[in-house]
């Protein structure tokens, strides 16, 4: 019987002496009924003999046995104690912390006070009452953005919380004699489940009225654009606020209601009207579905609707994530009256980092036409196919297929990312999507950008704050970074990324952070106090955040490392020193070798093994003090190769004193289009050729003393990515056919690779 079964069994036992000592039956770990008839009393017996030094996590365990236990109020008094706590050390929205555990302990309560001892008593009706009764005692008398965030903690899937549950009784039916740590374990995943078990059918419509009581809400807009489009999007405006409000907007391709409805309620609860649009062809709206190249006017299109309407004050601010960031500087190249500020995370620049980075097309976003521009919502299964795309990335490399072939192998048509591909310079197709050139000087607003040091999207974020900066160096552009991945700013920062444990000092609220800003710039309330300049990085191994006016003024001085030949054994040299005369290094790339078709990058940041495919490796020697590295690296390569064509990285390592590799930044590049992306320049063989790059990514590291710096210069060839076979043609149309000869490059000493040092 599943636990949903077992609600009334475990509502109406209550606390009670527990005199004899207690063995949890064995038909306890292999049956739900016994288990919730054990549980009561072993949570009693665990109680009596707990102990933890560590008050918070007292408080959280306690909390837990004296519910299961039944004794419902003192596990409400532990969590108010735990919320205190929490709040005394600064936990963001710790005044909410397990509000739905209170919830559910007060209408539990209420059934064990109000009910006769036989299970068959408690009937739905009553159960419906009590948590009513429970919901508007405890969350009705929250302010809106409390509420906001208690709400967001009555998610969750019953169907994992039955595993998880059933795993822990699985547990100790292996384990032997149970110790006291795994028996808490089973009282945590236990009173979880119970918990949720009573909440979850009935909470989603207990919101909904409280909601409706906070808040105007409207689910049904649909705004035209000056083209004839209809766009649909979602409104969301708090009743306890009077007058005009300014409203932020999001807009997005991601047209799923519940994320949109969330978002717009957000807003809404930290005292804005709340918008979120959805681009052409998604939700409500008719047509197809065009990625990036509508998105600008339409949202210009929403700010003006905005505008009009007679709860605006005529201000608009942009925000989003990813694609949403795209859309907020996509409506900044037009430039509508109303727009006064964006706020952008992880900001994708369509022909800078997706679909190509450094104008080599990049695989993962292969599916993604499919996710978004399968129908009106989003196509979730075929997107998560891994096992396909994988397959795909596979059976396209063995094969040696031009990369133009990916549709016919993958068997099904993708007539936007064909479209992409017949687009490999940054051309005017993709400058008309965001603003370009001379139009960054226009986009005379407050910006605050977010980004991560383990973003992929951290490429488009800088390129906005780099072009902003220098087309109108006095642009009000703000820029900080972290230890962050992609989705942080959705889902809160993680303390463990990739393998890396972050500094306690990067572990900040990036959502608070939003509209912390926004009431700077809307309602004139203090600059958030972490953005003392225009750019704000958090210095990873030093616990600390530093600040710079300018990317140049991150860094004192740069340390030009040579690529210099191995002096014996082990890797080549990085040496600040050049070489007195011509020294050079011989590489090898047989472009049509496939033996590597299932090799899979490690998905950690720090790895015991380096990722050498077609590279050359170089290390400095150990450092003997601690070494900042801060600011963009990049590099001067000098070489003569075969080939008309070719495409590079460099990956920079700091390789801890035990051996470990941790990945700090990465250049990739084609090399006909480093000194230009939309113009390209083919390489002659047999000629000297020299590139300058900057890196896309930024430095932000403290090095340990035992550490070295390592870089791997490598060929791009790999079965994620466009494959250049240097013939100089399209490389979209290149096959293994056009491999040839194997790549021969020949690198000259003077290469050398330019490292920003905060001294």
């Given amino acids: 019987m599943r636990l949903s079964c077992l609600l009334a069994l475990t509502l109406l036992l209550v606390p009670g002496a527990f005199a004899a000592p207690f063995a949890l039956p064995a038909a306890a770990l292999t049956d739900d009924i016994a288990l919730g008839r054990a549980m009561p009393g072993l949570a009693r017996q665990l109680g009596a003999d707990y102990r933890d030094e560590d008050r918070e996590r007292y408080l959280d365990t306690v909390f837990r046995l004296q519910t299961v236990a039944g004794d419902h109020a003192a596990a409400i008094e532990s969590l108010r104690a735990l919320r205190a706590l929490r709040r005394e050390r600064g936990v963001a929205h710790a005044e909410v912390l397990f509000v739905q555990y209170e919830i559910a302990a007060t209408a539990q309560a209420r059934l064990a006070a109000g009910t006769a001892t036989d299970a068959a008593a408690v009937d739905p009706a009553a159960v419906d009452a009590a948590l009513r009764q429970a919901f508007e005692t405890v969350y009705r008398p929250l302010d809106d953005r409390p509420a906001y965030w208690a709400a967001t903690a009555f998610r969750n899937d019953l169907s994992r919380l039955d595993d998880e549950l059933h795993a822990a009784m699985a547990a100790l039916r292996r384990g032997g004699e149970p110790d006291q740590a795994a028996l808490l374990e089973l009282v945590r995943k236990y009173q979880v489940r119970r918990d949720y078990g009573l909440l979850l059918p009935r909470i989603d419509a207990l919101v909904a009225e409280d909601d409706a009581r906070r808040y105007r809400i409207d689910r049904s807009l649909l705004i035209r654009s000056p083209d004839g489009a209809r766009i649909a999007a979602i409104g969301v405006r708090p009743r306890a606020l009077p007058g005009r409000q300014t409203t932020l907007l999001g807009f997005t391709i991601y047209a799923v209601d519940d994320w949109a409805y969330d978002d717009a309620k957000r807003a809404a609860a930290y005292g804005y009207a709340g918008v979120v649009a959805y681009s052409r062809g998604k939700g409500r709206s008719p047509g197809p579905v065009a990625p990036y190249e509508h998105d600008g006017k339409d949202a210009a299109a929403v700010i003006d609707w905005i505008a009009r309407q007679p709860w605006s004050d005529g201000r608009v601010g942009m925000y989003g994530s990813s694609y949403n960031g795209f859309a907020a500087w996509a409506a900044a190249k037009r430039m509508p009256r109303a727009l006064k500020a964006l706020m952008t995370s992880a900001s994708a620049a369509p022909g800078i980092d997706v679909p190509m980075q450094g104008n080599v097309f990049l695989n993962f976003i292969y599916p993604w036409p499919h996710y978004v521009g399968n129908g009106k919502a989003l196509d979730d299964a075929t997107y998560g196919d891994t096992a396909r795309w994988r397959a795909l990335d596979r059976d396209w490399y063995r094969g040696g ?241 075969n080939k008309r064509d070719l495409d590079l990285s460099v990956t920079l390592y700091e390789q801890f004193a035990d051996g470990r590799y941790f990945q700090l930044a990465a250049w990739l590049g084609r090399a006909s289009y480093v000194h230009e992306r939309g113009k390209r320049r083919l390489l002659q063989p047999g000629r000297p050729t020299v590139l300058s790059f900057r890196s896309e990514n930024l430095l932000g590291r403290q090095l340990q003393p035992g550490s070295r710096l390592v870089a791997v210069l490598a060929v791009s060839k790999q079965p994620d990515r466009q494959i250049n076979y240097g013939s100089g043609r399209d490389v979209s149309a290149e096959s293994i056919a056009d491999a040839g000869e194997p790549l021969r490059i020949r690198w000259s000493g003077r290469s050398r690779i330019d490292i920003p040092i905060w001294r």
């Fill in 401 to 641: 297929r031009p990369y133009r072939e990916l549709e016919r192998i993958d068997g099904r048509p993708n007539p936007i990312f064909r479209r992409w591909l017949d687009h490999p310079s940054y051309d005017a197709y993709w400058q008309r999507m965001i603003p370009y050139g001379a139009e960054f000087a226009r986009i005379r607003i407050p910006v605050l950008a977010t980004t991560g040091y383990f973003d992929g999207a951290q490429v488009g974020a800088l390129y906005y704050f780099d072009q902003h900066t220098r087309h109108d160096p006095r642009a009000d552009h703000t820029l900080l970074i972290g230890p962050y991945e992609h989705l942080a700013m959705q889902f809160g920062v993680a303390r463990t990324v990739q393998g890396y444990a972050i500094d306690p000092v990067a572990d900040i609220d990036l959502r608070a952070l939003r509209y912390q800003w926004f009431d700077h710039v809307f309602k004139g309330a203090p600059k958030p106090a972490l953005l003392k300049d225009r750019i704000n990085y958090q210095l990873m191994g030093a616990n600390t955040w530093l600040h710079a006016p300018t990317l140049e003024a991150m860094h004192e001085t740069v340390l030009g490392y040579h690529l210099r030949p191995a002096a014996g054994d082990g890797p080549h040299r990085l040496e600040v020193q050049a070489p007195a005369g011509d020294e050079a290094i011989e590489q090898t790339v047989d472009l049509a070798e496939r033996g590597d078709a299932d090799y899979v990058a490690p998905p950690l940041a720090i790895n015991a093994e380096l990722d050498r495919r077609n590279g050359l490796v170089f290390a400095s020697a150990p450092f003997e003090r601690p070494l900042t590295l801060a600011g963009l690296f990049s590099g001067r390569l000098a070489f003569v190769a």
